[in-house]
């Protein structure tokens, strides 16, 4: 069976500091990748999304970038961090079937 | 641009009664929709898709029904549970962005015993 991982569950880091999040898929190759946001009040927001190792899509312009250095890992990244970056960070999955699957999330608060 | 709005936006009932969530979109050449259910602080749990072909799904307690051609979709939860409680969200998948979801902002369920 499919699992999606995510860490670290929780990261409190102050404004201006770097960022990495990851998130790797098991039990599945080639799937589609996604980078959500939930901020506070807002619905889940696409970040970024990947079709394949190296591909990378933005759908947001933000201080936020993403890289597929292998099948099933998923990085999210920043050089400096915002306030407004706070927010429930989820990597989510999709492979041939119609369904997509979330992990448990991020909570990033940025101080 | 797909916009996605689920009401209400909070909703408490007692336990036993049967309820029903709304969602409406407001571009109607999705693919599917997906409802899915958090729990505070979690990622979210697939509930049930429905194809755009399919009039209606069922899981349970659950049932799920789209109608595209008027951009509406409703979650009914029979029997409701205090185990129920959660946030449920109504999501749709497009043609582009590959493939991602467009959310609604949920409606955030209280079941009280």
């Known amino acids: 069976s499919q699992t999606i991982h995510q860490w670290p569950a929780t990261l409190v880091q102050p404004v201006g500091s770097p960022l990495s999040l990851e998130c790797t898929v098991e039990?599945?190759?080639?799937?589609?990748l996604y980078w959500y946001r939930q901020a506070a009040g807002r619905g889940l927001q696409l970040l970024f999304y990947?079709?394949?190792?190296?591909?990378i899509s933005s759908e947001v312009p933000q201080n936020l970038s993403a890289s597929r250095p292998q099948d099933r890992q998923f990085i999210l990244s920043s050089k400096k961090l915002l306030l407004s970056d706070s927010g429930f960070y989820l990597c989510?999955?999709?492979?041939?079937?119609?369904?997509?699957?979330f992990g448990p999330g991020t909570r990033l608060t940025v101080t | 641009k797909q916009e996605v709005t689920q009401i209400p936006a909070a909703l408490s009932v007692p336990e036993g009664e049967n309820l029903v969530l709304n969602c409406s979109f407001t571009?109607?050449?999705?693919?599917?929709l997906q409802w899915f259910r958090q729990d505070p602080g979690k990622g979210l749990t697939s509930l049930l898709l429905?194809?755009?072909?399919?009039r209606e799904q069922t899981s349970g307690r659950l049932n799920a029904s789209l109608d595209k051609s008027s951009g509406r979709s409703t979650l009914y939860i029979a029997a409701s549970q205090p185990g129920d409680s959660a946030t449920y969200l109504c999501?749709?998948?497009?043609?582009?962005?590959?493939?991602?979801?467009?959310f609604g902002k949920g409606t955030s369920l209280l079941v009280t015993p």
């Open positions: 429905i194809q755009s072909s399919q």
């Open positions: 039990g599945t190759s080639n799937p589609n």
């Open positions: 999501a749709v998948r497009g043609s582009n962005s590959g493939y991602a979801l467009n």
């Open positions: 990947s079709v394949g190792i190296g591909q």
């Open positions: 989510a999955w999709r492979f041939g079937g119609y369904e997509q699957y």
């Open positions: 571009d109607s050449a999705i693919y599917n």
